[in-house]
């Protein structure tokens, strides 16, 4: 053990003998007692079916439910909507989760899509068989005529882009990563 983790380590204990109570801090000196280790667990199974169950008994409003989770860091926010089977994405905010959480529970009137229609057409690309059906849709939907739309929904893709590039090159790298990431999709599944 270096120097550094036996410094941590009596720090720890420090502060836990500092904790105790007097009438068990007595007995600990006195022989009576005695320090357990005990692993701490990350999020588990039964706390999320809990939260679940909390969720859909008592929150009514989107506002309640991000008072529930509002204690929840972001990574335990992910491993919840990973366990009630929610689409995350690298790039999603506590915020967003709050609202793919509450939509999922159905708590409020509007859907996903509704909230976000670029998520909504992300969805959507990700179905696409192959690179004419992804242009032919994207040419067709009117939510990306512009460079900025495109812009945030190559965002919500995950599709590096700069402000640099032209619409058209924009657009291009849109399907062509749609299409990239169907085909390394099907890599994967076929090695498997």
């Known amino acids: 053990m270096s120097k550094q983790e036996t410094i941590i380590v009596l720090n720890r204990l420090m502060k836990f003998i500092e904790s105790l109570p007097s009438n068990q801090y007595d007995t600990f000196i006195n022989g009576g ?3 357990q280790f005990i692993e701490a667990k990350p999020k588990s199974h ?12 008592e929150a ?3 506002e309640y439910v991000e008072s529930l989770l509002k204690k929840y860091s972001k990574k335990d926010l992910v491993s919840f909507c990973e366990y009630i089977n ?10 967003i989760l709050y609202k793919k959480i509450s939509c999922f ?17 992300a969805s959507i690309l990700r179905e696409f068989e192959n690179v004419k059906e992804v242009r032919e849709y994207l040419l067709r939907e009117e939510t990306v005529k512009k460079k900025t739309d495109l812009m945030s929904l190559a965002k919500c893709l995950e599709v590096h882009v700069t402000q640099k590039q032209t619409k058209q090159e924009i657009f291009d790298r849109i399907v062509e990563s749609v ?8 890599a994967i599944r076929e090695k498997v």
Do not use: A, N, Y
């Open 105 to 121: 529970f159905s708590m409020m009137e509007r859907r996903v899509h509704e909230i976000d229609p670029l998520e909504r057409i």
């Open 46 to 57: 039964l706390q999320f079916e809990k939260l679940r169950d909390k969720i859909q008994r």
């Open 86 to 95: 929610i689409t995350t994405g690298k790039r999603d905010t506590k915020e």
């Open 33 to 35: 007692g005695k320090i």
């Open 179 to 186: 299409e990239g990431s169907r085909m390394k999709g099907k």
């Open 60 to 62: 009514e409003k989107e």
